[in-house]
């Protein structure tokens, strides 16, 4: 049973930092793409950013610049770095995993078959 749970949110002013983990379990996580995604109120979940079993990482339009992927496979842990954060940077943040290893993951949502519960990010005028 896979399992992911993301630690690291709160309450930021504008043009801080923040950074998130994502913990799983009931897996070798270094095999598998590891994404994140946000979802602010009343708007479709959006593509973060993504950290690759080979190494190659990518994110999305909004956060490009400001946004740092990383992994420590021998933690089992993969963090998101946020800087420069705005106030449209609020939502809650969900890191997510494909079902089959050695896969390439994007920005596509239906790529991702585990899901943790979300971390909230409020990030203040």
């Known amino acids: 049973q896979v399992q992911l749970v993301e630690s690291g949110g709160g309450l930021v002013q504008a043009g801080g930092s923040l950074r998130l983990s994502c913990a799983a379990s009931g897996r070798t996580f270094s095999n598998y793409a590891v994404a994140w995604f946000r979802q602010a109120p009343g708007k479709e979940r959006e593509f973060v950013a993504v950290s690759n079993y080979s190494g190659s990482k990518r994110f999305g339009d909004s956060v490009k610049g400001r946004f740092t992927i990383s992994r420590d496979n021998a933690k089992n842990t993969i963090y998101l770095e946020m800087n420069s954060l705005k106030t449209e940077d609020t939502a809650v943040y969900y890191c997510?995993?494909?079902?089959?290893?050695?896969?390439?993951?994007?920005?596509?949502?239906?790529?991702?078959?585990?899901w943790g519960q979300g971390t909230q990010v409020t990030v203040s005028s």
């Open positions: 997510a995993t494909t079902s089959w290893p050695y896969q390439i993951g994007g920005a596509n949502i239906g790529q991702y078959d585990y």
